[in-house]
């Protein structure tokens, strides 16, 4: 009887120390930090970096642009090389994956069914006007979010009088999903597609469903002619609101107490869907309109923009909890990762202070152009 006495209080106590574990890590869910206008700030020892590798970093790659780093919710350093006169940037592709986030929302709210939906379903109009054949016909929306299409020529596209017109007539050279075509024309057609399901166009769907929740207000979208948002490059954004997209996928589609983005469309937006395997990108994967790193240590992926010396990216690397945005000529994202930004992170709590490092470091940042400013 004492032995199943014992063996009853041993499994009350264990079931109500489990119980408080789950409290605590709902309860670190709950309560991450989410930025205002600014970003908390701390020197990198206190989030388990290292500052004089960060110190090597700006010596080695400082003067191409602008680099933020994020780390448990706080910005840890901030270098902006002088040449960037103005903190809008035009973030070029980041665009398509603001169009896949929208995509993924737009499906959460019973706007579009699923991603294997049709997607000449959406334009009626144009299937009598197109070179139609049956793998044309079989198109969904995940062959238009994953860049499994024919490709096109965005020049082409922007000089005619109907984009959407122009992606469809393009032949299809190979069965849709088989092979990666990096293109803009796809986005284009998933971006008249959230107009066509909601109503509102990319702009303003994003504009009440991301933009105003993070606070971002400064926004500039381009339109094509017909009023629709250029979905595979029209986007600008300046490079703290950029962090805080980032930062909205860091913590998986959630913003204080709003889930903005569904927590399974995160992740099935940014794992690997098909592997690209020559051109640009050629050696990473590719998500629902995010780049996914492949040669890393951790799981990290990316929204990627570049237009000749200009990049811009938003790097994501969950396990880290880390955000790093780079603008300007940075475009050796690989080597900053591997080299400098992954090895100066030694702890996922605080490491011993280093004064003399963090001074250097702070030199070196004030002597850019706009010091620690958004």
């Not at 940037?89 to 737009?106: D, E, M, N, P």
């Not at 469309?265 to 940014?270: N, S």
């Not at 395997?277 to 309109?289: A, L, P, T, V």
Request: charged share 20%; glycine share 8%; with cysteine.
């Amino acid at each position: 009887m004492k032995n199943r006495l014992r063996l009853l209080l041993f499994i009350v106590l264990s079931l109500l120390c489990l119980t408080g574990m789950v409290q605590s890590q709902d309860s670190v869910v709950k309560h991450h930090y989410y930025p205002d206008q600014e970003w908390r700030t701390s020197t990198p020892e206190e989030q388990g970096l290292d500052s004089q590798i960060l110190v090597k970093l700006f010596q080695t790659f400082g003067n191409r642009g602008r680099m933020v780093i994020i780390r448990n919710g706080y910005l840890v350093t901030d270098y902006q090389q002088t040449y960037l006169q103005q903190d809008v940037h035009h973030v070029h592709s980041c665009t398509k994956s603001i169009i896949s986030t929208l995509i993924g929302k737009a499906i959460a709210e019973g706007y579009l069914e699923n991603v294997n939906q049709n997607g000449l379903s959406f334009f009626p109009g144009y299937q009598k006007n197109v070179n139609l054949d049956e793998r044309k016909r079989k198109l969904t929306l995940y062959h238009l979010l994953t860049d499994a299409i024919q490709p096109t020529d965005s020049d082409k596209m922007s000089h005619s009088t109907n984009w959407a017109q122009y992606v469809l007539e393009r032949p299809m050279i190979d069965e849709p999903g088989r092979v990666f075509n990096y293109n803009s024309g796809g986005s284009q057609l998933l971006s008249e597609i959230i107009q066509k399901a909601t109503g509102k166009s990319a702009y303003d769907y994003a504009t009440e469903h991301i933009f105003k929740p993070l606070g971002i207000t400064n926004v500039k979208w381009w339109q094509d002619q017909q009023g629709h948002s250029i979905a595979g490059w029209g986007l600008h954004l300046a490079t703290y609101d950029i962090t805080k997209i980032g930062y909205l996928f860091l913590r998986e589609g959630r913003w204080r107490e709003q889930q903005l983005i569904p927590r399974q469309w995160v992740k099935e937006a940014t794992q690997n869907h098909i592997t690209v395997e020559s051109g640009f990108g050629r050696g990473s994967g590719y998500g629902y309109q995010w780049w996914i790193y492949t040669d890393l240590p951790y799981s990290a992926y990316k929204a990627w923009g570049s237009l000749r010396k200009h990049s811009v990216m938003m790097i994501i690397i969950p396990d880290l909890d880390m955000v790093v945005t780079l603008a300007g000529e940075n475009g050796a994202d690989k080597q900053i990762l591997k080299s400098f930004i992954i090895p100066a992170v030694k702890s996922s709590r605080s490491i011993k202070p280093n004064p003399a490092a963090v001074k250097e470091l702070k030199q070196i940042i004030d002597q850019s152009c706009f010091g620690n400013g958004n």
